[in-house]
């Protein structure tokens, strides 16, 4: 399967893509660039917003806004055809130490907003990464459930969104999480290994669920996309022109499609020079609508 290259957009770190079905066009971030991007496949056209912060994940809110994970807490962004991006800081957060961000995080099946937070010295392997829910006006560290991550990662809900993944990237750790999660109160229990990625090419990176349950997940450093059953068999691997991939989404009219954002890394790209575009591939399995911000 030959993956697409939809922008050489040359991101840095391109993450959090996802898919607008009012606007029929995909959306992702560049963290160190501070930029929200679009494109809309009917025109072939791009845009791009500056933010004040390193935006690392976003999820939909309505009438055109965002809710926006960034360095210190979680704003709500709307970006005008003008080029002008309006911010209002919805919660802060204390990190546990300085020097940290917010990175990978995305809505419940509920609507609820869930990201987690990162040491950006990755080389220091600190476990002081969080994970916080934002939910009716409340941001709430969950540490009772979810703690010791050193770059928690590849954040996705099951189809009916009784099954939470999540993962830590690290070189260290490398490991996939499923965890029971109660659609009522936003909870996740009962963690257990769901794929040991030390066992298959790439760091577990960003992730996407498709229509029958099957986890998607981007194996960083490797140049695949995996997909993973529901009991956490290996189904097949895609492969992209680059070392990188980051985070997949699945979009398009029929949600057929598989976008995929990458990272740039700093120094010789010789021999991957499309790193840090953005790709399209047709996995011949459709995704699941995105959920909104419901506050």
Known sequence: MTAELILDARNATGESPVWSTAQQALYWVDIPAKRLHRWCP??????????????????QAGNGSWVAAMENGLFAITPHADGSLDSRLLASVTHALPEMRFNDGRCDRQGRFWAGTML????????????????AGQVEPLKAQLDGFIVPN????????????????????????????????????DRRLFVDMTEHPGRPDGAAV??????????NDAGLIHRFTPDGKLDRSLSVPVKKPAMCAFGGADLDTLFVTSIRPVGDTSDQPL???VFA???????????????
């Open 42 to 59: 009917a025109d072939g056209k791009s845009q791009s917003w500056q933010t004040s912060q390193m935006l690392a994940c976003i999820a």
């Open 120 to 135: 950006m010295n990755m080389a220091a392997g600190a476990p002081v990464g969080a994970m916080y829910r934002y939910s």
């Open 154 to 189: 590849g954040l996705a809900f099951s189809p009916d969104g009784k099954t939470m993944y999540l993962s830590d990237s690290h070189p260290d750790v490398q490991k996939i999480w499923a965890f029971d999660y109660d659609t009522d109160t936003g909870t996740p229990h």
């Open 210 to 219: 498709d229509a029958d349950g099957c986890y998607w997940i981007c194996g």
């Open 275 to 277: 790193a840090g575009g």
């Open 281 to 295: 591939l047709s996995p011949g399995v459709k995704g699941l609508p995105e959920p909104e911000f419901n506050n």
